[in-house]
């Protein structure tokens, strides 16, 4: 028996106006103050005055929130009382919001270890629209909270299928301001998501498609959106793909490239898509060496369209097409590009990282399952950006 879960999508150019038909009495926004800047918190609060609705504005979100954040957004919200929580941002104000809501409904709750077998009974006190800013996390469509535990210097995945948004508004007009940095790196983000969601040990016919679609959609409008902010076409396209490719990951799982991010940025300052991206060539290598049964990888290559006239010749072909686009919108290729790290701080952090990846909750559906030596070998590996001969 398998879940394929989804809120209730309302995308396209105008479907913040969804917000002027929510029924209820007050809103809590949870978001931070890059987006708060940007003037999108009194666009929404306007849409949901139109609906009968007062609000009231949590922005203090840092990336990748941490548990203290969300206890003080929490005790905010449960002053207040809402009966809608509105996450607005990119993926760290909505996985706060997801987590607030939590600790607003389970005042006891221990939010790091929030799982999706101890049901939090959620709804009794409020809904939950999620609202995407940026176009990557895919978190307006999903149950993942990713949480900063600052004694432990680590990102961890927590949540419960419960609290997917009951909506999620995918409007591309909330992404068009995104730098170009921020852009690629979201972007690249969202292409992990998708890849790792077709390949994964749970991959399944109901995420397959959109998985495809979402690689489609960005290998083709990544590289425009981030050569021109103002192409519009290609902003609505990779707004809808990293809600796809959410959809599509969280109903499959993310893997190994997920798990090395999250290890390598709880360490060290790096973007999340930045991190999880710079390693997908890498697992790929990992998981098909000497593999000839592992055909995901030339499936997704012959469906772009790339040469894939065998297994080997379409891997390697998605391999080569990912390096070729991390040149086209400038994402590192190794951890040395990526962070001004010496060989020797790695080496000296290697056993920390090896041991957050190895306890990581993506590692559960790689796709080849790496031991210690491995995944030693493959931060190794990502930091001379060598192709990997295992
Ligand atoms: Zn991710």
Redesign the pocket.
């Known amino acids: 028996m398998w879940y394929f879960r989804s809120p209730e999508i309302v995308f396209g150019r105008d479907a913040l106006d969804h917000l002027t038909q929510l029924s209820g009495k007050k809103a809590f926004i949870v978001t931070d103050t890059g987006i708060q800047k940007l003037g999108f918190v009194e666009k929404v609060q306007a849409k949901l005055k139109q609906a009968g609705l007062a609000s009231q504005v949590f922005s203090q979100v840092e990336p990748e929130p941490t548990p203290d954040t969300i206890k003080r957004g929490a005790e905010a919200m449960a002053a207040y009382q809402p009966d809608w929580i509105v996450g607005l941002g990119g993926g760290s104000p909505i996985d706060a919001a997801k987590a607030m809501w939590i600790l607003y409904e389970n005042p006891q709750a221990d939010i790091l270890a929030i799982n999706p077998f101890e049901p939090l009974n959620l709804r009794q006190k409020a809904k939950m629209v999620a609202i995407s800013a940026t176009s990557g ?1 895919g978190a307006e469509v999903t149950w993942g909270i990713v949480i900063t535990d600052p004694a432990d210097k680590r990102k961890v995945a927590v949540g419960a299928p419960e609290n997917t948004p009951d909506i999620a508004i995918v409007d591309p007009t909330l992404a068009v301001t995104m730098p170009p940095q921020l852009t690629a790196d979201t972007g690249m ?1 969202a292409l ?2 998708a890849i790792e969601g077709y390949t994964s040990t749970w991959n399944n016919v109901f995420s397959d498609g959109l998985c495809l679609q979402a690689i489609k959609l960005i290998f083709t409008y990544l590289p425009r959106a981030v050569a021109n902010g103002e192409d519009e076409e290609a902003r609505e396209n990779m707004h809808n793909a990293a809600a796809i490719a959410g959809l599509g990951f969280i109903n499959s799982m ?1 893997s190994l490239a ?1 798990a090395l ?1 999250h290890s390598l940025g709880g360490l060290y300052e790096i973007a ?2 930045r991190a ?1 991206g710079l390693f997908l060539p890498y697992t790929i290598q990992f998981n098909t060496f000497e593999n000839s049964e592992q055909t995901r990888y030339h499936e997704i290559a012959a469906f772009l369209g790339l040469p894939a006239a065998s297994v080997q010749q379409g891997t390697n072909s998605l391999i080569q097409a990912l390096g070729q686009l991390a040149n086209q919108i400038k994402q590192p290729r190794s951890i040395q590009q990526a962070l001004s790290i010496s060989l020797e701080t790695l080496e000296n952090d290697l056993d920390q990282l090896v041991e957050h990846a190895e306890t990581d909750t993506q590692i559960i559906t790689a796709v080849r399952s790496p031991n210690t030596q491995d995944i030693r070998k493959l931060f190794l590996y990502a930091y001379h950006g060598k192709d990997i001969d295992w």
């Open positions: 996390t983000d992990t998501h993310c997920h991010g999340h898509g999880v």
